[in-house]
């Protein structure tokens, strides 16, 4: 490959809200482009999962390429990634662009600019990618697209009012856009000549091929039967074949003979576990890389998962086929963890690590929609650190590992800064929503009617029901997106909740010590109504440590063992009623409490 032929790529992503036409704007570029057969051309084309079609969210990265021939007479090879847009998957995002120049930033003409496209395009700006804008649903009659240019000058800090306006639904401005590509986004650099080295951008399983690896070539050029180094896993294989990704091809693969620097493609290497392909690794040619003349690319980490909760299947017979699930699951997807665990009142089920929210609903949604499994699910905690007095720093990922409080010295937990994008009515009721999370205010800036409020808030106040709340507070105009914010100390206690004197772990709880009464007092209250009387009292109490902060009785059922005497002596009665009390005492001491699946239903909707 010559260095003119570096000039005539250019490598792509498009960053955009949800709903805001992304995947209609992918068809309309392959249908320009003639890359697919409009014969046989569906909708999403770049969208390969159900779910991915029915919520227009993007889970899994995807990539194709496309030939264009520009109005300057010159053919050129656009290879387009496109990559998932929401905060979960923020580091497959960062890699997704960091093998891009460009991004196009497609914002609906009818909504402005989102929390969740701020998060990426500061992104791509931080990698410096050429940001370039795209206001699509012009046809709409809504639209405001001067009102909405000035929006993305005045927030992100770009220039736009020389954006292409676009309708991707009809195809009006498409063109446009390709030549804004060719003409905004520069091209690839790298050297043709020197050793193998490229860049992972993602991996997944496929039953015919093995793992097929995504990637984009940095420097020299990639073929069958080269032999590759990971640098990160450092392992080596041989390649078995090289192609480029296209929606209409059996198993989305069309082989090529060779990738060269600036390229995006495919490999397999007869690798069998997608943990051995992470994300961001540096895959260099195995000689070179051997005599130490490749150094990795920057920013590559192990993403680790955020969000634990238990998943139980609500018949025990289905427990194996849950196991077999979650490994064909794990097998396109190492960013989510699990372990089997038992609970007293569920069962065997496991214990799961996941990115964040969503992607622990999507794990969940596919479980029970692919695999045909009824699911219960825990209450969603977060990850803390604890510091004990013996100056180590452990991981705590559920409230039943922490250790005892005479080994504390800081629990840590874990923090986020969120974005809120709002119209300036509903300003108060974010801000209240906010400071009732503990929540502190870093930002406020108007832009025209609309308000973006910056919080720093904890992750775990967070997790359970703060995005309905502020749809709810906001009738659903609110737009939320947050980052990581590293860890805090606070003043957190475990919750336990002990059920005639025996801690129950299912329902152990982290809160911090301001809401611990509160919360301790609404869960046994629920408890109350949903646990069955028995024979005997059955005490429930929430207490941190050994002192009890609330408690509550369930009364015993009774039975009226005097009914027979119709008359006599009091004393026949009082032997009766003594002879029941001794009864009940040891059947108090001996008796077991059954509890019913929805009193840990009741466990996860405290918020509501």
């Not at 109005?71 to 960062?94: C, L, R």
């Not at 209240?432 to 910056?454: A, D, F, I």
């Not at 980052?483 to 002990?498: A, E, K």
């Not at 059955?538 to 027979?564: F, H, P, S, W, Y």
Request: charged content about 25%.
């Amino acid at each position: 490959m010559t260095a003119r032929k570096l000039s005539h790529i250019r490598n792509f992503s498009i960053i955009a809200h949800i709903d805001h036409g992304k995947s209609t704007l992918a068809d309309r570029l392959l249908d320009v482009t003639g890359a697919v057969d409009k014969r046989t051309a569906t909708s999403q084309m770049m969208d390969t999962m159900e779910l991915e079609r029915e919520r227009g969210i993007t889970i899994k990265a995807n990539a194709t390429r496309m030939s264009y021939t520009a109005k300057d007479g010159q053919t050129y090879q656009m290879n387009f990634i496109d990559t998932p847009g929401h905060v979960d998957f923020a580091y497959e995002v960062s890699r997704s662009l960091q093998a891009c120049e460009g991004a196009l930033l497609v914002v609906d003409a009818t909504q402005g600019v989102e929390a969740q496209t701020l998060a990426n395009v500061y992104t791509a700006i931080d990698l410096n990618l050429e940001v370039v804008p795209v206001l699509n649903k012009i046809d709409l009659p809504s639209a405001e697209p001067d009102k909405v240019k000035a929006q993305i000058e005045d927030m992100i800090g770009i220039e736009a009012q020389n954006a292409v306006v676009c309708s991707a639904k009809t195809g009006m401005g498409v063109p446009d856009i390709l030549e804004d590509i060719v003409a905004k986004i520069p091209p690839p650099e790298g050297d043709p000549e020197a050793p193998a080295k490229a860049l992972l951008v993602d991996a997944w399983y496929d039953n015919y091929l093995g793992v097929v690896v995504l990637l984009r070539v940095i420097d020299g050029s990639i073929k069958k039967g080269s032999k590759v180094r990971f640098m990160a896993t450092n392992r080596q294989y041989q390649i078995d074949r090289v192609g480029i990704l296209h929606p209409q091809e059996a198993g989305r693969f069309r082989a090529v003979d060779v990738l060269n620097a600036g390229e995006v493609g495919v490999l397999t290497a007869a690798i069998k576990e997608v943990g051995d392909a992470q994300v961001g690794d540096t895959i260099a040619d195995a000689t070179a890389a051997a005599q130490g003349k490749i150094t990795p690319l920057p920013g590559f980490k192990q993403a680790m998962p955020m969000v634990f909760c238990g998943l139980y299947p609500t018949e025990g017979d289905d427990y194996e086929k849950m196991k077999e699930a979650l490994a064909k699951l794990r097998l396109n997807d190492t960013s989510f963890t699990y372990i089997p665990e038992h609970s007293p009142a569920l069962g065997h089920g496991f214990r799961c690590g996941f990115l964040g929210l969503l992607h622990m609903e999507v794990i969940q949604e596919r479980l029970e929609r692919e695999h045909n499994l009824d699911l219960v699910t825990t209450a969603p905690n977060v990850v803390y650190q604890v510091e004990k007095t013996t100056g180590e720093t452990i991981d705590v990922e559920s409230p039943a590992d922490l250790p005892e409080s005479t080994q504390i010295r800081h629990i840590l937990e874990p923090m986020i800064k969120g974005t809120v994008m709002v119209p300036d009515e509903y300003l108060g009721s974010v801000m209240t929503l906010c400071q009732e999370k503990r929540g502190q205010q870093l930002e406020l800036n108007y832009y025209g009617s609309r308000v973006m409020v910056t919080y720093r808030l904890p992750l775990n106040e967070v997790v359970l029901d703060f995005y309905d709340k502020l749809k709810s507070a906001t009738r659903g105009y609110a737009s939320f997106d947050y980052q990581p914010d590293g860890f805090d100390p606070g003043d957190l206690v475990r919750v336990d909740i002990l059920i005639n004197g025996e801690p129950v772990d299912a329902f152990a709880m982290m809160v911090h010590r301001s809401f611990a009464e509160t919360r301790g007092r609404a869960l046994i209250s629920k408890l109350k109504e949903l646990i069955p009387r028995q024979l005997f009292d059955v005490a429930l109490q929430a207490a941190i440590g050994a002192k009890v902060i609330a408690r509550e009785n369930v009364k015993a059922m009774r039975k009226d063992v005097t009914a027979k005497c119709y008359g006599g002596d009091i004393t026949r009665k009082r032997k009766l009623l003594e002879k029941q009390k001794e009864g009940k005492k040891r059947l108090k001491s001996i008796g077991r409490v059954d509890i019913p699946q929805e009193a840990f239903l009741a466990a996860l909707k405290l918020g509501e």
